[in-house]
């Protein structure tokens, strides 16, 4: 009694905890004093508690055979039972594939044109040219996907720009809707994706550039060097880290292909070549109410994603020296 | 060495040209299908039905908009979508601003508590179908407030705004304490005005993807005077494609009208962006180095 009066009252050493009674009086205390503050952080904290933590604590309905009388508590539970159907389920593989062949065309074409688009953008020498192209570039980003779509629907139609265009190059000899081919699907998503976001990817890599020191490139300059060498030598090793940035995170979002493109350029001819697992996770749970199954390939994907990212982040953080730029 | 000099400037030059040249071609591939579809929704049908690449009005007519506005529910999708995207920045921004003031005090209990939480769901989520059946028990389906509320919050806007107020100096704080002045009073009359340029950039941010955003429809409402316009133009758009799949050759009139009608409708939706485009620029690019500087 007397040794812990004297512990108690004698300097507590840092590694050593109070008891938790104590902390958590010490707490409230302290919240009361910062009651106008703490009142601004708790509506935050009662919102990420309903609308963020709730539904994942909701995923746990793919573990459950939940029907539309159920509520999240009373469905039985049934295991892995929705995760062994998947692997039999045809139409998940085809999402599967479609997803990867989208995403991965994606990576290849549209992650290499922005680094090249905003190294052309920076050489400029004309300043008005320069913001010009600049503000021409960011327009299409900010145009809707049901727009585009709208857009490209029209383009296609058999008496659209695009059959015209063929049939006047005499590429063609008849028009027809290639949106209704299925073979051309991946390669109308892609495009229509870059057309979208390249200018708008040049953004963070010219916020980069800008930073360059101008001296190394009057070096390079003075020895010599011409100016395709100048870019591989000096602006790209530069922007090396923002490039492996952006490379973790198209990797880690290779299974999220965007629902918005699929929803609006799918129809039931391409549907084959289109429909992508995040549209296969919203026909079978929206329109066809099966939300433990829905749920269950939802889930499947957010692990998939998690590890991609994590072994993307420990890949390029090797190459960058052992620095992770996560 | 003179000769090295000259020659030097010649291969620069032809950089220079090769690279202007690249970029000319961008700015077309860009440029034409939008000037494209501006033109065409102003031609005539007859003018549309012959087809060709129409670069200038051939017949210039307002008919394709005099059809859209005639339908009385395009008005209404456009007050549906002015209102939500109106109400919903203006309490995104506030919302956030508050929580952002409150983590910026690092002597705030509990703080490294709610950092995580926040953290947390910048990466994992619980997706589409219990998000939806969240929805559904809050009773939130088919009601306008699914667009607001739902849309409050957002962590990578509360970490842009906390970083911004972490930049004010401490003594205008302290002098309002000093004068006897709450955290309440302080954030409201000091910090607001003092972050306008941070809260404008999120609030165009956010404004843009209020006005584009269709998903949340197509999940939570089923109700047609809750459709905003890209919800109208999805429909019209699928209604279109159905029917010009079902009679392959047939009815041309019915396919142009429809085409015209769905190309102006483009360009109601997508008019207020391109009109705001010139305030929009200047911020946005000042609000993606503020997102960098986080990363």
């Given at each position: 009694?007397n040794?812990t ?8 050493p840092?590694?050593?905890k109070?008891?938790?009674?104590q902390r958590?009086?010490?707490f409230?205390?302290?919240?009361k004093?910062q ?5 601004m952080v708790?509506?935050?904290?009662i919102?990420?508690i309903i ?5 994942i604590?909701?995923?746990s ?9 159920d509520?999240?508590?009373?469905a039985?539970w049934v295991?892995l ?11 998940f ?7 990867l ?8 074409v549209?992650?290499?044109i ?15 040219f ?13 145009l ?18 695009f059959n ?10 008849k028009p027809s809707?290639?949106?209704?081919d ?7 998503a892609?495009?229509s994706?870059?057309?979208k976001?390249?200018g ?14 101008p001296?190394y490139y009057e070096?390079?300059k003075?020895?010599?060097?011409s100016?395709l ?5 000096i602006t790209?090793?530069n922007?090396?880290?923002i ?6 995170l198209?990797?880690?979002g290779?299974?999220?292909s965007?629902?918005?493109q699929?929803?609006?350029?799918m129809?039931?001819?391409?549907r ?5 697992i995040?549209?296969?996770v919203?026909?079978m749970?929206?329109?066809q109410?099966d ?5 269950a390939?939802?889930l499947?994907?957010?692990?998939v ?6 072994t993307?982040?420990?890949?390029t ?5 052992n620095?992770?730029?996560l | ?5 000259v ?5 620069s030059?032809?950089f220079?040209?090769v690279n202007?040249i ?6 077309v591939?860009?440029l034409?299908?939008?000037w494209?579809v501006?033109?065409s929704?102003?031609s005539?049908?007859?003018?549309l ?5 129409i670069f200038w ?6 008919e ?9 529910s395009i008005g209404?999708?456009?007050?549906v979508?002015?209102s939500?995207?109106f109400?919903g920045v203006f309490t995104?921004v ?8 409150g983590?910026s005090?690092?002597?705030i209990r509990g703080?490294?508590?709610y950092?995580?939480?926040g953290?947390?769901?910048m990466f994992?989520?619980g997706?589409m179908?219990?998000t939806?059946?969240l929805i ?8 306008f407030?699914?667009y607001?509320i739902?849309a ?8 842009i705004?906390?970083n911004?107020f972490?930049n004010?100096?401490?003594?205008l704080?302290?002098?309002?304490k000093?004068?006897g ?6 954030f ?8 306008m340029?941070a809260m404008?950039?999120?609030a165009?941010?956010?404004?843009v993807?209020q006005w584009?955003?269709?998903m949340?429809?197509?999940l939570?409402?089923t109700?047609?005077?809750?459709y905003p316009?890209q ?11 159905t029917?010009s ?7 041309a009139v ?5 085409k015209?009608?769905q190309l102006?409708?483009?360009v109601i ?10 305030i929009l ?15």
């Amino acid at each position: 009694m007397n040794k812990t009066a004297v512990a108690s009252s004698a300097a507590i050493p840092p590694a050593r905890k109070k008891p938790v009674s104590q902390r958590v009086k010490e707490f409230i205390r302290d919240y009361k004093r910062q009651w106008e503050i703490q009142s601004m952080v708790l509506p935050g904290i009662i919102f990420m508690i309903i609308f963020c933590y709730i539904p994942i604590y909701g995923l746990s309905i793919a573990f459950k055979n939940y029907t539309v009388i159920d509520t999240l508590s009373s469905a039985p539970w049934v295991g892995l039972e929705n995760f062994k159907i998947i692997m039999s389920d045809e139409y998940f593989w085809d999402a599967v594939v479609n997803t990867l062949g989208i995403s991965f065309l994606k990576l290849a074409v549209g992650f290499v044109i922005p680094i090249i688009l905003a190294i052309m953008i920076y050489e400029l020498n004309m300043g008005r040219f320069k913001k010009f192209v600049q503000t021409i570039s960011y327009l299409p980003h900010f145009l809707s996907w049901i727009v585009l779509g709208g857009m490209l629907i029209t383009w296609f139609s058999t008496s659209g720009l695009f059959n015209e265009l063929l049939l006047n190059l005499g590429l063609i000899s008849k028009p027809s809707n290639i949106l209704l081919d299925s073979g051309k699907y991946w390669w109308i998503a892609t495009l229509s994706d870059i057309w979208k976001e390249a200018g708008w990817g040049t953004i963070l890599y010219l916020a980069i550039m800008s930073k360059i020191d101008p001296t190394y490139y009057e070096a390079a300059k003075i020895d010599g060097a011409s100016r395709l060498r100048q870019i591989w030598n000096i602006t790209l090793p530069n922007m090396k880290s923002i490039i492996s940035l952006n490379l973790i995170l198209t990797v880690s979002g290779l299974l999220g292909s965007n629902l918005d493109q699929t929803l609006v350029l799918m129809n039931s001819q391409n549907r084959a070549r289109a429909e992508v697992i995040n549209s296969y996770v919203y026909r079978m749970g929206m329109t066809q109410g099966d939300f433990s199954y829905a749920t269950a390939v939802g889930l499947g994907v957010s692990i998939v994603s998690v590890i991609l990212l994590v072994t993307a982040n420990s890949i390029t953080s090797k190459l960058n020296d052992n620095q992770s730029v996560l | 060495m003179n000769r090295k000099v000259v020659k030097e400037d010649i291969d620069s030059r032809i950089f220079d040209a090769v690279n202007m040249i690249l970029l000319v071609i961008f700015m077309v591939i860009i440029l034409v299908p939008l000037w494209n579809v501006i033109i065409s929704s102003l031609s005539s049908g007859k003018a549309l039905a012959e087809g060709g690449f129409i670069f200038w009005s051939k017949e210039f007519s307002l008919e394709n908009y005099r059809a859209v506005f005639n339908d009385s529910s395009i008005g209404q999708s456009f007050l549906v979508s002015v209102s939500k995207t109106f109400v919903g920045v203006f309490t995104h921004v506030f919302f956030c601003a508050m929580i952002g003031y409150g983590l910026s005090k690092r002597d705030i209990r509990g703080r490294k508590l709610y950092v995580a939480m926040g953290v947390i769901t910048m990466f994992f989520s619980g997706g589409m179908i219990p998000t939806y059946l969240l929805i559904k028990s809050l009773g939130l389906l088919n009601s306008f407030w699914v667009y607001i509320i739902p849309a409050l919050f957002s962590y990578y806007d509360v970490v842009i705004l906390m970083n911004f107020f972490r930049n004010v100096p401490d003594s205008l704080e302290e002098s309002a304490k000093i004068d006897g002045a709450g955290d309440w009073h302080i954030f409201l009359k000091i910090f607001i005005p003092l972050s306008m340029p941070a809260m404008a950039t999120i609030a165009l941010f956010n404004g843009v993807g209020q006005w584009n955003d269709f998903m949340t429809t197509k999940l939570y409402i089923t109700n047609q005077a809750l459709y905003p316009l890209q919800m109208k133009l999805y429909e019209i758009i699928v209604q279109s494609q159905t029917q010009s799949m079902q009679n392959i050759g047939g009815s041309a009139v019915i396919e142009t009208t429809t085409k015209g009608v769905q190309l102006a409708t483009i360009v109601i939706t997508t008019l207020p962006i391109v009109a705001m485009y010139p305030i929009l620029q200047r911020y946005f690019i000042s609000g993606m180095m503020m997102g960098a500087v986080k990363e």
